[in-house]
């Protein structure tokens, strides 16, 4: 069946960011732990005045970071009150000695902050393979956690940026039930995105008292329907981590699974992750094109969602786009190879809404229609399976040359930096 999730909520969006919520604040200092003689912002901190309840998604990629596995463990306490996030180094593929270091991190917040040590989780993006910098980073925990305020969310944003080009932030408020609450957040990633959780992270926090189960179930249910629906590269990565805050300082009354408010709820905390996703997407690496892939009229939901991300990863249609060259072709042989239920002679193909093949056949449409459709900085294209009711959207992006010039010497960069400081 076709699925509908559209709930009619009166979604305001404010200013604010992650801190929008009541009872949250953030910060962020600068470390060097890229590079000792580059102090940009690459340490932040989110944190809860209030005690809270927490669920989060992880990476499925089976190589996992230092701090995937700190956190996972941490999450499972239900009350974090703070997240260290920092750039310039994944903490990935760093043996024992990455998970002292991610723990390090966590203690050192939590003795700041007179917390205990399962009431953090920390999160890190960058370099896969290269030990931490924590002679570097505990000495400013205190900096970083005497600097935390209501107004903290833009350097936040900013200090988990690797090759992003602008923060991500975004937030709602919401009326239920004669109550306002709001949902915050801030995201990073450009590179490594593909369904299943990507190289991106994203902390969310809300003021809204949300039951323990329902918000773990709402937030994994939000990221299969925002995160899980993003690609760039077809490449997912060992940090992807996505965690939500909930501390109650509204007046809201207790979220619970069958509650007046519940739909409510999990439509904003999708609205607030949709839009994040979005971002993502847009500041993908050196791209040019962002593309809403919408598959309908297919048997299930898993044929519809195969279809679209098979098109979505093909690198032979993203590089089709890049050239603005409408290519139903290369579309047509990623949907047969998609592991879906296909008959060629009932596939309809739309870019922009203007038909280019119908019934698997070229549709006669006049190409310099659809050139001009595919040349745009934004354009939809739309696959009818014809066979069913189930639909999938995913979004997506071209493939340019500047995106492998990019990747091509990102990590001789960081060896150069290494060796700066004479540790290669």
Same mark, same amino acid.
């Given at each position: 069946m076709r699925q509908n999730h559209a709930v009619d909520c009166p979604f305001k969006p404010v200013a604010g960011g992650i801190t929008a919520p009541m009872g949250f604040r953030a910060g962020a200092t600068s470390c060097g732990?890229?590079?000792?003689?580059?102090?940009?912002?690459?340490?932040?901190?989110?944190?809860?005045?209030?005690?809270?309840?927490?669920?989060?998604?992880?990476?499925?990629?089976?190589?996992?970071?230092?701090?995937?596995?700190v956190s996972s463990q941490h999450v499972k306490n239900g009350d974090v009150r703070a997240v260290v996030v920092?750039?310039?180094?994944?903490?990935?593929?760093?043996?024992?000695?990455?998970?002292?270091?991610?723990?390090?991190?966590?203690?050192?917040?939590?003795?700041?902050?007179?917390?205990?040590?399962?009431? =953090?989780? /920390?999160? %890190?993006? #960058?370099?896969?393979?290269? +030990?931490m910098p924590v002679e570097r980073i505990l000495p400013k925990m205190g900096e970083l956690t005497m600097g935390l305020s209501s107004r903290g969310s833009d350097r936040a944003a900013r200090a988990i940026m690797t090759s992003d080009t602008k923060p991500k932030s975004y937030a709602i408020e919401v009326e239920c039930d004669g109550c306002v609450f709001r949902v915050g957040g801030i995201a990073k990633g450009a590179g490594m995105i593909c369904p299943n959780m990507a190289t991106m992270l994203a902390v969310i926090t809300t003021d809204a008292a949300v039951e323990l189960s329902e918000l773990r179930r709402a937030t994994q249910a939000a990221v299969d329907q925002s995160?899980?629906?993003?690609?760039?590269?077809?490449?997912?990565?060992?940090?992807?981590? =996505?965690? /939500?805050? %909930?501390? #109650?300082?509204?007046?809201? +009354?207790l979220i619970k699974s069958k509650g007046p408010c519940v739909e409510i709820f999990r439509a904003a905390l999708?609205?607030?992750?949709?839009?994040?996703?979005?971002?993502?997407?847009?500041?993908?690496?050196?791209v040019t094109k962002f593309v809403e892939i919408r598959v309908k009229g297919a048997r299930t939901h898993n044929d519809a969602k195969n279809v679209a991300e098979a098109v979505a990863k093909s690198t032979l249609v993203k590089c089709s786009w890049y050239?603005?060259?409408?290519?139903?072709?290369?579309?047509?042989?990623?949907v047969?190879?998609?592991?879906?239920?296909?008959?060629?002679e009932l596939v309809d193909i739309y870019f922009g809404g203007v038909c280019a093949a119908k019934g698997g056949l070229p549709s006669g449409a006049p190409m310099k229609e659809l050139e001009k459709i595919t040349r745009k900085p934004q354009f939809a294209l739309t696959i009818d399976l014809n066979l069913g009711e189930a639909d999938y959207n995913v979004y997506t992006t071209d493939l340019s040359e500047a995106y492998v010039d990019f990747n091509s010497s990102e990590y001789s960069a960081a060896v150069h930096a290494k060796r700066q400081q004479g540790l290669v």
């Open positions: 732990i890229k590079n000792p003689e580059v102090m940009r912002l690459d340490l932040a901190m989110v944190y809860s005045d209030y005690k809270t309840r927490a669920a989060a998604c992880f990476t499925t990629n089976k190589v996992k970071a230092a701090p995937v596995r920092n750039s310039g180094n994944a903490n990935a593929c760093t043996g024992p000695r990455g998970i002292a270091d991610a723990k390090a991190m966590t203690k050192s917040a939590a003795e700041h902050l007179d917390l205990d040590m399962q009431q =953090v989780m /920390v999160c %890190s993006t #960058g370099i896969i393979g290269m +030990p995160f899980n629906r993003i690609t760039i590269d077809g490449d997912t990565s060992t940090n992807d981590t =996505v965690i /939500v805050l %909930s501390n #109650g300082a509204s007046d809201l +009354p999708r609205r607030v992750m949709m839009e994040l996703a979005k971002m993502i997407v847009r500041d993908g690496e050196r050239g603005g060259d409408p290519n139903w072709g290369r579309v047509m042989h990623a047969g190879y998609a592991d879906a239920r296909v008959r060629e």
